[in-house]
C-alpha cells in the first residue's frame, strides 16, 4: 500500500525483524500506513537489505520521518515499556540474546544498520516480553532448583505486543487472545492484563507450531541426549523440524497447504491438523480455568484469522464454557509499537 508523499505529518518508521525475514511500515499519526514492505532477512544481510530494500522504498518520504521503532523480541526482565535506544540499552539486549537467539540478534543488526541511515533520529524499542511483565510469581515461575531461578529461568512469554493490540482492540473483562501463525501462543488478559500465557523461557514452551515443537516431556529431551544427539541438531529439530512440519514428515509447515493434503485423505496431514487442534483446546481449557471462565475468545495471525475451518471446530468444541463470543482480530504489531512509541515521546 501507498500514498504519494505530501505532507504527510510526522512518520514513525516502523522495523520488525524476525529470525528470517524483516517488515517494515511508515505509520503517520492517523495510523494508516503509508507504505508497508516485507523481505527475506539473512544472518549478516541487514546492512545489505536496509541499503538496497528499505532505504530506495522510502526515499520519498525519507525526509518526513521523525521516529524510528523496533520490535525486538526478548527484554527480560529490565524493560518492560518503549524503550530509547542508546548505547547501554543496546548493550543489555545483546546480553539477553542467547534467550532469543533467532530473533535479537538480527533485530540488533538491523538496527545498527538503519542508525548509520540518519544518526540524529531517535530509536525506540518495543518488546515482546513487556506485556507479560504483570504475570504474578506463581504465573511466571517455574518448579526447578532455586539455583536456576538465580539465573532468571523463568517465564517471560512472547507475541505480547499483538497480544497487547488485541486486548486494546477488544473489550471484555476476561479475554484469551490466540495468536496463531508460524508461532502460536495463548494469553489470559483480564481488564486488560496479561495473566498467563503458554510461551515460556523460550517461544519454544506451549502450542504446536508451525515448526517448533511446543511443550514436551523433557524426559524426552534427555533421552534424545543420552542417545547421543547433539545439543546443535537438537536445538535444529525442535526450532525447524517439529511443529505441523514434523508431524507430516518434511509434507508442509503451513496450515492451508495440510488443510488441501486432509481433504483429499492425507493421513499425517489429518493427524498434524488433530495434534495441533487438541493442543489449542487444551490450552485455552487452561486459559479459561484461570481467568474463572471466559467472555471473548480472540483468534488473530495468519493462522487464526484465516482459517475457517479452525473457528467452526473451535465453537463446536467449546461450548462447554457457555456463551463466548469467538472474534477474529487482524494481527497489528506494526501499529502498536508505532502508537507506543507516539505516546512515549510525545510525537
Not at 510526522?10 to 525483524?17: F, M, Q, S
Not at 518503549?82 to 548493550?91: A, I, Y
Not at 495471525?301 to 477474529?328: M, S, Y
Request: hydrophobic residues 45%; proline residues 5%; negative net charge.
Amino acid at each position: 500500500m501507498s500514498q504519494a508523499p505530501s505532507m504527510v505529518g510526522k512518520l514513525v518508521l516502523v522495523l520488525n525483524a524476525g529470525s528470517s525475514s524483516l517488515k517494515a511500515r511508515l505509520i503517520p499519526a492517523n495510523g494508516i500506513p503509508l507504505w508497508s514492505g516485507q523481505t527475506n532477512l539473512a544472518s549478516g544481510t541487514a546492512r545489505t537489505v536496509v541499503d538496497e530494500w528499505l532505504l530506495p522504498a522510502i526515499g520519498p518520504w525519507e525526509n518526513a520521518v521523525d521516529l524510528v521503532g523496533h520490535r525486538v523480541v526478548h527484554g527480560g526482565t529490565s524493560f518492560t515499556a518503549p524503550t530509547r535506544l542508546q548505547e547501554e540499552v543496546m548493550g543489555r539486549i545483546k546480553e539477553l540474546t542467547p534467550l532469543a537467539p533467532l530473533h535479537n540478534g538480527p533485530a540488533l543488526e538491523v538496527i545498527e544498520a538503519v542508525r548509520s541511515w540518519r544518526p540524529e533520529l531517535a530509536h525506540w524499542a518495543c518488546f515482546d516480553t513487556a506485556f507479560h511483565h504483570t504475570l504474578s510469581p506463581e504465573a511466571f515461575t517455574y518448579a526447578i532448583p532455586a539455583s536456576w531461578r538465580n539465573e532468571g529461568l523463568r517465564r517471560y512469554g512472547f507475541h505480547g505486543l499483538n497480544h497487547q493490540h488485541v486486548s486494546e482492540t477488544v473489550t471484555a473483562p476476561r479475554l484469551i487472545s490466540c495468536h496463531l501463525g508460524a508461532g502460536c501462543s495463548l494469553c489470559a488478559i483480564a481488564d486488560g492484563q496479561s495473566i498467563a500465557t503458554t510461551m515460556g523461557f523460550t517461544p519454544l514452551e506451549g502450542l504446536v507450531m508451525a515448526t517448533r515443537s511446543g511443550s514436551i516431556d523433557p524426559g524426552l529431551l534427555l533421552h534424545q541426549l543420552r542417545q547421543g544427539i547433539s545439543k546443535e541438531q537438537l536445538d535444529h529439530d525442535l526450532n525447524h523440524s517439529s511443529g505441523l512440519l514434523g508431524l507430516t514428515a518434511g509434507l508442509s509447515s503451513s496450515m492451508k497447504d495440510l488443510r488441501e493434503a486432509a481433504s483429499s485423505g492425507h493421513p499425517d496431514a489429518q493427524l498434524a491438523i488433530a495434534v495441533f487442534r487438541h493442543a489449542l483446546i487444551q490450552g485455552i481449557g487452561a486459559m479459561a480455568a484461570t481467568l474463572g471462565g471466559v467472555d471473548v475468545i480472540a483468534l488473530t495471525g495468519g493462522i487464526g484469522e484465516h482459517d475457517q475451518a479452525l473457528r467452526e471446530e473451535l465453537a463446536d468444541a467449546l461450548t462447554w464454557l457457555g456463551a463466548i463470543e469467538l472474534v477474529v482480530v487482524p494481527a497489528d504489531e506494526e501499529g502498536l509499537i508505532a502508537r507506543q512509541c507516539r505516546e512515549a515521546t510525545g510525537l
